[in-house]
């Protein structure tokens, strides 16, 4: 049975776009926008772990953690925080948080986290499985196939000629086959750097990647989720 997860974000963007990335992983997530409503939840539907945000208007992130550990309540907690002082991350360890993550993060992190709490409190936790790879290395998704260390990228049977930036953003999509990427985190992991809402600079190349992949009569591989990010998957 998947685990009941409770994630608590105002940022409607971010929330959105970690309750789909959760639910891809495995996991029956209900998502609220505050803390008022994360303790109703938690009240209502026991969860198996909770993710909070650490700033949200009424209750934030830390007196959810407060009043339900005062409850004795011992659910694992993840916090999201982009608060990055030591202190504002022992305010959270002592406010009851099991663990937290600094943002803008990788939603990998955020599964490997989850993964490592849910082991922790003995809940069966499955490890969901990367893009099959083939005996030499390369990766498959969504009818791509990916030879990581030769650089080299096929549509069925045809090669694509992409540059060094279109195969990093290509290869991110692949290995994050079904779970949708987020703005920032894409910019992140590609430039090291987000440029913020207002460029265009990703918006470009996703459309590079689009006319070099996409092929008549077949299905168009990167998907837009508009106001969140990025999804590879064939349909």
């Not at 791509?144 to 096929?154: K, M, N, S, T, Y």
């Not at 894409?186 to 600079?201: L, T, V």
Request: charged letters at 25%.
């Amino acid at each position: 049975m998947p685990q009941n997860l409770l994630l608590a974000e105002d940022d409607r963007a971010i929330r959105h776009a970690l309750e789909r990335a959760l639910t891809l992983e495995g996991y029956a997530v209900t998502a609220v926008a505050d803390g008022v409503e994360a303790l109703a939840q938690a009240h209502r539907t026991p969860p198996d772990v909770l993710v909070l945000d650490v700033m949200m208007p009424g209750i934030d992130g830390l007196q959810v953690c407060r009043v339900l550990r005062a409850e004795g309540n011992r659910t694992p907690i993840l916090m999201l925080t982009a608060l990055v002082e030591t202190a504002d991350r022992i305010a959270g360890l002592d406010a009851g948080a099991d663990d937290y993550v600094v943002k803008p993060f990788d939603v990998e992190e955020v599964f490997a986290r989850l993964r490592a709490l849910l082991r922790r409190t003995g809940a069966p936790v499955d490890v969901p499985s990367e893009p099959p790879r083939m005996p030499d290395g390369q990766i498959a998704a969504a009818g791509l196939r990916i030879d990581p260390q030769a650089r080299r990228v096929w549509r069925g049977p045809h090669e694509v000629e992409l540059t060094r930036t279109e195969f990093d953003l290509l290869e991110l999509l692949v290995r994050n086959a079904g779970i949708v990427l987020d703005h920032t985190t894409i910019y992140d992991r590609i430039w090291g750097y987000d440029f913020g809402p207002g460029s265009k600079n990703l918006a470009v190349y996703v459309g590079y990647l689009r006319r070099k992949l996409d092929e008549p009569g077949a299905p168009s591989l990167i998907h837009t989720v508009r106001g969140v990010g990025y999804v590879l998957r064939a349909d």
